[in-house]
């Protein structure tokens, strides 16, 4: 069964960081684009970053601020979000999604399920 799965969320007080893991079971990561994505209550979802299989990276406009890396790590299956400064509304459900191409930018096939963020002291 082919999955993705998110880890590393939960509560963390403003300015804190936070690493998000995505770990894929069933196919492996090296030839696929990986995106983070993110769904605040009763907003849409939008785009954070994206990291190509050669390791090119796209960011998606404000969503990034400066504050979240992205990164992965073929040998251990995994690709990653490094937030930084964490603010409160920075609070969003984060979501995985790998592309069946190498590059960003066409779309993604496979989704987490998600991993809850909350920033609140």
């Known amino acids: 069964q082919l999955q993705l799965v998110e880890s590393g969320g939960g509560l963390v007080q403003p300015g804190g960081s936070l690493r998000l893991s995505c770990t894929a079971s069933?196919?492996?990561?090296?030839?696929?684009?990986i995106g983070w994505f993110r769904q605040a209550p009763g907003k849409e979802r939008q785009g954070v970053s994206c990291i190509s299989s050669s390791g090119g990276i796209t960011n998606y406009g404000d969503s990034l601020k400066g504050r979240f890396t992205i990164s992965r790590d073929n040998a251990k299956n995994t690709v990653y979000l490094q937030m930084n400064s964490l603010k409160p509304e920075d609070t969003a459900i984060y979501f995985c999604a790998a592309s069946i191409r190498s590059r960003c930018g066409a779309g993604m096939d496979y989704w987490g399920k998600g991993t809850l963020v909350t920033v609140s002291s």
């Open positions: 069933g196919f492996t990561l090296d030839y696929h684009a």
